[in-house]
């Protein structure tokens, strides 16, 4: 079926708002992450969910960041109060255990 | 802590010519080495993949070096196109950790036509 699909493909917000980026992983694949790139960086590891077990949760740079993964399919990243270092692409990437990662296309917040 | 180191941070090759990127890396217990490749405005893809009980992986035009005991691994890409520009990733995963990839900082490659 489809890819991993991210929503909404850029985010523009101003400083000190909260914002919600979706993902909707492959259909069956169990893992889930959460990547940040920003401009000319890496990849940052924020998040993994994989099937029922807690949440991976330490990538994440702040409690201003959190996610959730509901009936164990699409993922909401949160980010609250957002600030200017918050600008990047996020990207979501989805796989069965211990496979390769399939990557959506990302969401590009940019936070003004 | 950077665990995986990339080079160069850019790379230009003419049509025709080989491109060489290179990672090295700390954590011996690292066992799977892919590299990605992304285009603008996309995801990373996986390229090729290799594990260290070989020193050598080639798929078409890419090949994957690895020295284990140098702690190293490259990716040559043999008579670069112009549609191989893109950004690539090494990366790195621990044995048995489904948990994450560690990325390298990435290799901006572009073939001139």
């Known amino acids: 079926g489809a890819g991993v699909s991210q929503s909404p493909s850029n985010k523009v917000t101003e400083k000190g708002k909260d914002v919600e980026l979706r993902c909707d992983p492959i259909s069956g694949h169990t893992a889930l992450y959460w990547y940040r790139q920003s401009l000319g960086q890496g990849l940052e590891f924020l998040i993994y969910f994989q099937g029922n077990s807690a949440p991976d949760k330490s990538g994440l740079p702040s409690d201003r960041f959190s996610a959730e993964r509901t009936g164990g399919s699409v993922s909401t990243l949160t980010i609250q109060r957002t600030q200017q270092e918050d600008s990047a692409v996020y990207l979501c990437?989805?796989?069965?255990?211990?496979?390769?990662?399939?990557f959506g296309n990302g969401t590009r917040l940019t936070v003004t | 802590q950077q665990q995986v180191k990339q080079s160069p941070q850019s790379l230009i090759v003419q049509k025709g010519g080989i491109s060489i990127i290179n990672c090295a890396y700390e954590n011996t217990a690292f066992d799977y080495f892919p590299w990605y490749q992304q285009f603008p405005g996309k995801g990373p893809a996986l390229l090729i993949a290799?594990?260290?009980?070989?020193s050598e992986k080639k798929e078409g035009r890419f090949t994957i070096s690895f020295n284990k005991s140098a702690k190293q691994f490259s990716l040559h890409i043999m008579d670069s196109q112009p549609g191989d520009s893109a950004t690539y990733f090494c990366a790195a995963r621990k044995e048995g950790s489904a948990r994450q990839l560690t990325f390298g900082s990435g290799t901006q490659l572009t073939v001139l036509p």
């Open positions: 290799i594990r260290p009980d070989v």
């Open positions: 990437a989805s796989s069965l255990y211990n496979s390769p990662l399939h």
